[in-house]
């Protein structure tokens, strides 16, 4: 059975950085693109970056410039630096793993999320 693990979420200070991780795990034939995204109570879950199979990254709107997301693509993981952590930047960040192959077939995948606070 195909699990995504998101790790490296936490509380921080305005201004800190933290990487985020995503892994996924098990009878894995391919990806297509391995997202981040994020959420906060009473909001819609937005993207943050979308990084696909040829490299590229695409990010959300605004977004670019503090976050910078990595893939590796071998290792079935995604990464999400942050910088300049603002207190704006609280939310559970979640990882999708889009048209994941395995022997039964193709679908996405979600993560269960880890939360990100940034203090003031």
């Known amino acids: 059975q195909v699990q995504l693990v998101e790790s490296g979420g936490g509380l921080v200070q305005a201004g800190g950085s933290l990487r985020l991780s995503c892994a996924a795990s098990g009878p894995i034939i391919s990806i297509s693109t391995m997202d981040w995204y994020r959420q906060t109570p009473g909001k819609q879950r937005e993207v943050v970056a979308r990084?696909?199979?040829?490299?590229?990254?695409d990010y959300g709107n605004s977004l670019q410039g503090r976050f910078t997301a990595s893939r590796d693509i071998a290792e079935n993981t995604v990464y999400l630096q942050i910088n300049s952590l603002k207190p704006e930047d609280t939310a559970v960040y979640y990882c999708k793993a889009v048209r994941v192959a395995t022997s039964e077939g193709v679908r996405d995948y979600w993560g269960r999320g880890t939360q990100v606070t940034v203090s003031s």
């Open positions: 990084a696909f199979r040829n490299g590229n990254i």
